[in-house]
């Protein structure tokens, strides 16, 4: 994996393609393939199903809205799609190849047993709406996960439908919004730290709360005075991210919590970066009232290119009476029990209402129990823990050629957090990125968080050997020293990916979204037209 | 453990390098008393994978999988048969293993896909463009109501009684926290559509009608002279489609003047699942795409002149925008996309249409029969693939009888509605292509013999 061999056949495809040197007449290069659109590969009236033939005309009451015209879609043959989307997707970086240390979005190994698990028919050929009779293993999956989540945290209660971190903020601020309702209050302020990510002050703002951002201290933490100034009679509560996105702990939280409990708010707590202290510390015991766990990050569950997600939301005391329907709990009588509209009556009246159609995302539910009880509670303790190690030891090994703005004050959690100050005049974090994607590895998160210029965020997270981390070590340091040697073939990295820099402004000015043409027919412009095969 | 390769030497030899005596230094910054000293009491060590399977399938067992009983279950989740080859390829790690492609270099696979299930659902739905996904259908649909107010800039949204009954508790939920104005039209247990109530609610002040297309009872409003009463008064049309399949038979809603279509892309290749993951579906005018919530992914050229895709437009999204952004969205449904994606490409424009023609045919099989049932009616003048029918008792009790014969046995209307006592007695049934003539069968003589 990732051998370093500088003489191979990729670098010769390199300068071929630059130079133009070699050029094959196909376009593809070995096993550099290009793939045109499926709108160009297809047509209309291909298709890979096999279906019925003998449909009888539409009933008469529904001739009036037929369809003039089937949709203008391209049909591939199966063998035809499976090399379509093979060849597709060889152009992705993923886990499986490589590490991917995106900070704040822990890429860690996506365990096959949980993808065995969630295809059992009893999972996921099962509808939501069938009677509750027949769906008891699934409700106890989401109770059970539900427990482990309650105990890992040390909180009192936990929604599970949000779909998504960001959902999950949504949930625990309408929870807030609901309890202050239920106490007769109107606070309209939700404090946000300037590190945190933008999914904070975006939910703030779309459950209807103004946003007021608190400073970051020198230390990269949040500025507890700043924040004790503004509290007050208007403040609904404060979003804290613990972890935070420096890659900090934030040791002042429970003096916080207490704090903006005396001031009569609430603590949200962004769980975002829970995989540096799953097993090692309960929120629980820190003061937040609610936190939202992405069961796609801590939790193992695919991230898919972009989603699906989880984000269950653990609750306090205080805020459990508020969390939306469904829920699921076990009642006094031992039975699992799932409160809709039709019976929340029995104990959970104070919902606020619902998030999601149905039950949230089961195929992730059942994914992360899998994943927790492989791990089990020894195991989880060992996950933040090596975590935080692998992160540590990224940094250390770093710090003298990148500047590490916080590692003065101590170790990091689970991501170490560099900045571009010190390299050569026009040189920064995005040459130090492209030139990580030639040497085989995904870039980290990059100008995040935005307290830190040009900031570099690793996260290397617990499924790294050893010795993967020293490839990945040996490769940003050796960037590291190229940008502040001013090596000029770092502004046109990635050289050797399959595509180069691309033209981001031009996609914004003239938004191309969708394809235009026959399919089955060159559209417009032609692929030809992009020197593509 | 086996997902953690660290050996005992590699940590001690990492520490050293650190210069930490210990794991636990570099947990400091943790209060001392808040440090947990060893594994959480109470729960159990960690498990070899044949242990944890066990576990698993002893919980899977316990639920009554479609797929081995007589099933007619939809309400806005259907079960489609997914072609094999689909699940293989969202399992290729290229896929599963990837994050969002914020490095289009080494990520033209997924946005490629994405580019292509973005023209997809713009063609399926009759809009000029769609976005990258966003959570489901009910999520789709309340961002849809406010994309619509940040369009029109009024704040009044008229929901058609037809809508199915989760998605309006989603949208009436959400309003109550930014003060949208929402009315809710009251179901009734009749044959057509509420286009006429519809229309009538929309005022000067209404910022949007959103009207589902088959409606929840699986009736089919006639979306183009809502469309034409909504624009006479300045608002949207936002239609609401929970089986994209139907789409292969009955004209897109945007062709009908649909100004923003959203859905649920479940139908095609994600499965039922228990309700999600699932794949909300986003598509609007072209006019409006600055206002659209959720990820964009667009065609451009890299240095060497090669076509390439990236996503575009992010000055709406959180991580630029912060708190003006137009939704807090970030992770969205892309491999669910993926599957809708392959699904669609396997079955072609004609496909689609043939399959939509399947389903429609089983549904007739299935409401004729069920029409013999003695005291049975049928509600709907027209239908798609799913029906209401009229039962001489509340359709609750009914079907929980059916379940206790093994027959999944449609979704009663007082399950939706609960607190509509008007409707109880609706039962609202789906078939599908994977539903049999034998299932069909049985379906009719439970149903004859609960109802005796
Ligand atoms: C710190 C932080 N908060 C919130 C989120 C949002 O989570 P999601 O993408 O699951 O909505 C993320 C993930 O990107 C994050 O890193």
């Given amino acids: 994996m990732n051998a370093v061999n500088a003489s191979g056949w990729r670098p010769q495809m390199g300068e071929a393609g630059e130079g133009g040197a070699f050029k094959t007449a196909s376009g593809d290069y070995g096993l550099m393939l290009e793939e045109a659109l499926s709108f160009e590969l297809g047509s209309s009236a291909k298709c890979g199903v096999d279906l019925d033939t003998l449909a009888r005309p539409a009933a008469a009451g529904l001739s009036k809205f037929l369809r003039k015209a089937a949709p203008a879609l391209p049909g591939l043959t199966e063998p035809e799609a499976v090399r379509h989307y093979t060849r597709l997707s060889r152009q992705n970086y993923a886990i499986d190849l490589g590490p991917f240390p995106l900070g704040s979005c822990t890429m860690k190994h996506n365990p096959r047993l949980n993808e065995k698990m969630a295809r059992l028919p009893g999972f996921a050929d099962v509808h939501p709406l069938q009677p509750q009779k027949t769906v008891e293993g699934a409700l106890e999956v989401i109770e059970q996960l539900a427990d482990w989540l309650i105990t890992l945290t040390g909180m009192a209660s936990v929604a599970m439908s949000p779909k998504a971190g960001a959902h999950g903020e949504l949930c625990g601020l309408l929870c807030i919004r609901a309890a202050l309702d239920a106490r007769g209050e109107k606070r309209d302020v939700v404090l946000v730290p300037e590190s945190a990510h933008g999914t904070n002050p975006a939910t703030a703002a779309f459950a209807g709360f103004k946003v007021q951002s608190i400073p970051a201290t020198p230390e990269g933490r949040v500025d507890v005075e700043a924040l004790k100034a503004k509290l007050g009679p208007n403040v609904a509560g404060v979003m804290i991210t613990n972890p935070n996105t420096c890659g900090l702990f934030e040791p002042e939280m429970k003096a916080i919590g207490d704090a903006v409990h005396a001031a009569g708010g609430y603590v949200y707590c962004d769980g975002a970066n829970f995989n540096a202290i799953v097993g090692k510390v309960r929120p629980g015991d820190l003061g937040v009232d609610a936190m939202h766990i992405n069961l796609h990050k801590t939790f193992s569950t695919p991230h898919g290119g972009g989603g699906p997600g989880a984000g269950p939301v653990v609750l306090s005391e205080a805020l459990a009476p508020f969390a939306p329907l469904p829920f699921v709990s076990r009642g006094d009588d031992g039975r699992i029990h799932l409160v809709e509209e039709e019976n929340r009556g029995e104990g959970h009246d104070q919902a606020f209402g619902r998030m999601v159609a149905f039950h949230g995302q089961m195929g992730m539910f059942t994914r992360a129990l899998t994943y927790i009880l492989s791990h089990g509670a020894d195991g989880l303790r060992q996950v933040a823990e090596d975590a935080v190690l692998n992160a540590n030891y990224v940094l250390r090994s770093c710090e003298d050629l990148l500047p590490a703005p916080f590692a003065k004050s101590g170790p990091c959690m689970h991501e170490a957090l560099f900045s571009d100050a010190g390299l050569a005049e026009g040189f920064s974090t995005l040459d130090i990125a492209k030139g990580l994607i030639d040497e085989g590895f995904h870039p980290m998160t990059v100008y995040f968080p935005l307290v830190v210029k040009g900031a570099m965020l690793v996260e290397p997270t617990e499924t790294e050997s050893k010795a993967g981390l020293d490839r990945f070590i040996a490769s940003l340091r050796s960037l590291a020293q190229r940008a502040k040697d001013g090596d000029q073939s770092l502004h046109s990295a990635p050289h050797f990916a399959p595509r180069r820099r691309l033209d981001e402004t031009l996609a914004a000015r003239k938004p191309v979204l969708v394809w235009q043409g026959t399919p089955g027919e060159p559209g417009t412009p032609a692929l030809s037209e992009f020197g593509g095969s | ?452």
Wanted: hydrophobic content about 45%; charged content about 20%.
């Fill in chain 2, 1 to 452: 453990m086996r997902y953690l390769p660290l050996t005992p030497a590699d940590r001690a030899e990492m520490l050293g390098v650190i210069g930490a005596a210990s794991v636990d230094d570099l947990f400091v910054d943790v209060p001392a008393e808040a440090r947990l000293s060893g594994p959480i009491e109470g729960l159990p060590a960690h498990a070899s994978e044949m242990a944890v399977e066990r576990h698993m399938s002893a919980l899977a067992a316990k639920n009554l999988s479609a797929g081995t009983a007589p099933f007619f279950i939809g309400a806005g989740a259907y079960r489609h048969h997914v072609p094999a080859s689909v699940d293989h390829l969202i399992q290729r790690g290229e896929f599963l293993t990837a994050y969002t492609p914020y490095q289009p270099e080494i990520a033209q696979g997924t946005l490629q896909v994405l580019f292509e299930f973005q023209t997809q659902v713009a063609r399926l739905f009759g809009t000029d463009i769609a976005n990258a996904s966003m959570y489901d259908g009910s999520t789709a649909c309340w961002e849809a109501i406010l994309m619509a107010s940040r369009v029109t800039r009024k704040v009044r949204a008229v929901l058609s009684s037809g809508l199915h009954p989760h998605y309006a508790e989603v949208v009436r939920t959400m309003a109550k926290f930014t003060e949208d104005e929402i009315v809710s039209l009251k179901p009734e247990l009749v044959a057509e559509a509420d286009d006429a109530a519809v229309i009538a609610a929309i005022d000067d002040k209404t910022s949007c009608v959103v009207v589902q297309y088959p409606d929840v009872m699986g009736r089919i409003p006639d979306l183009a002279a809502i469309a034409e009463a909504a624009h006479a008064k300045g608002a949207l049309l936002i239609a609401v489609v929970t089986e994209p399949v139907a789409l292969g038979m009955i004209e897109a809603p945007g062709n009908l003047g649909a100004d923003i279509v959203v859905g649920e892309g479940q139908s095609l290749g994600v499965g039922l699942q228990f309700g999600g993951p699932y794949l909300g579906l986003f598509g609007c005018r072209e006019k409006f795409v600055r206002q659209m919530p959720g990820r964009l992914c667009g065609q451009t050229v890299d240095a060497e002149g090669k076509r390439g895709f990236v996503l575009t437009l992010s000055t709406r999204e959180q991580h630029i925008r912060r708190e003006k952004a137009t939704s807090n969205i970030c992770t969205n449904s892309g491999l669910c996309a993926l599957a809708f994606s392959i699904h669609l490409t396997l079955l072609g424009g004609e496909g689609l249409a043939q399959l939509a023609a399947v389903n429609h045919d089983k549904a007739q099989t299935l409401i004729e029969r069920l029409a013999k049932v003695p005291g049975v009616t049928v509600l709907n003048q027209a239908y798609f693939n799913e029906a209401t029918v009229v039962l001489p008792r509340d359709a609750r009790e009914v079907v929980r009888d059916l379940a206790d014969r093994k027959v999944l046995g449609g979704v009663s209307l007082g399950r939706l509605f609960p607190e509509d006592s008007d409707l109880h007695r609706g039962l609202l049934v789906a078939a599908t292509e994977t539903v049999t003539d034998e299932d069909i069968e049985t379906f009719a003589r439970e149903l004859e013999g609960v109802l005796a």
